[in-house]
């Protein structure tokens, strides 16, 4: 049993010598590499890219070269995943005007103080368009290697949907009717105003009493 030990011993202070040698020699051959963009050179980066967000990496890469940093598109999103800036695909958002901005700003301050009492008594209403058939965004799904084209993992469309107008109201009481604009009837101010007098008036009295 004591034989057995000491070889043991001796394999084991064997194998430890042969592992800090290979690490030694695996130290003295690592080669580092000099960074291609100095710290300041990295803000310019980003200042160019939050200039223009929708600029590629390729495109970065060739104005920073202007700059005297001569790099590749790769190490331009490495750069920039440092700085905590990711591709994203871009949200959606109606587009506003200058005076839809002035609008809103002049809405939002008015009733800045409301409480949610006094929001509790009004009725809104608003109209959108919804499309019969597919959908309008984009839609993620889930598929194997060679699936790209597979019926469930498509997303059928057509050139022209119908599409219909949907009009519709709610308040902290609970939702009122919902009108549909008929096929081919332009959405107009006669329509609109038909439309407040037959479905809003008769919802605000029947969820206010008034």
């Given amino acids: 049993m004591a034989s057995q030990a000491r070889i043991l011993w001796l394999l084991r202070l064997h194998l430890n010598q042969q592992f800090i040698g290979s690490s030694r020699t695996s130290r003295k051959e690592v080669q580092f590499f000099p ?4 710290k300041c050179q990295d803000r310019l980066l980003k200042r160019i890219q939050l200039r223009d967000r929708s600029a590629t990496s390729a495109e970065l890469a060739q104005e920073w070269q202007q700059a005297g940093v001569s790099t590749s598109a790769r190490t ?5 995943l440092e ?5 994203r ?8 005007s200058k005076k839809n901005i002035r609008d809103r700003l002049i809405f939002c301050r008015k009733y800045s103080e409301w409480t949610a009492e006094d929001w509790g008594k009004v009725i809104f209403s608003d109209e959108a368009p919804f499309r019969l058939f597919g959908a ?4 993620l799904v889930r598929r194997g290697k060679g699936e790209r084209f597979h019926q469930s993992c498509v997303m059928p469309t057509v050139k022209h949907p119908d599409t219909i107008h949907v009009w519709g109201c709610f308040s ?6 919902l009108t549909i604009l008929p096929k081919n009837t332009a959405m107009n101010k006669e329509w609109y105003q038909n439309t407040l007098q037959q479905q809003l008036l008769p919802t605000t009295q029947q969820q206010f009493g008034e």
């Avoid at 960074?35 to 100095?38: A, L, P, T, V, Y």
């Avoid at 902290?172 to 009717?177: L, P």
């Fill in 172 to 177: 902290s009481k609970g939702v009122g009717s």
């Fill in 76 to 80: 331009v999103r490495r750069r920039l």
């Fill in 89 to 96: 695909r871009a949200a959606k958002k109606p587009l506003l």
């Fill in 136 to 139: 309008s965004g984009k839609r």
């Fill in 83 to 87: 700085d905590g800036l990711l591709s």
């Fill in 35 to 38: 960074r291609k963009s100095s």
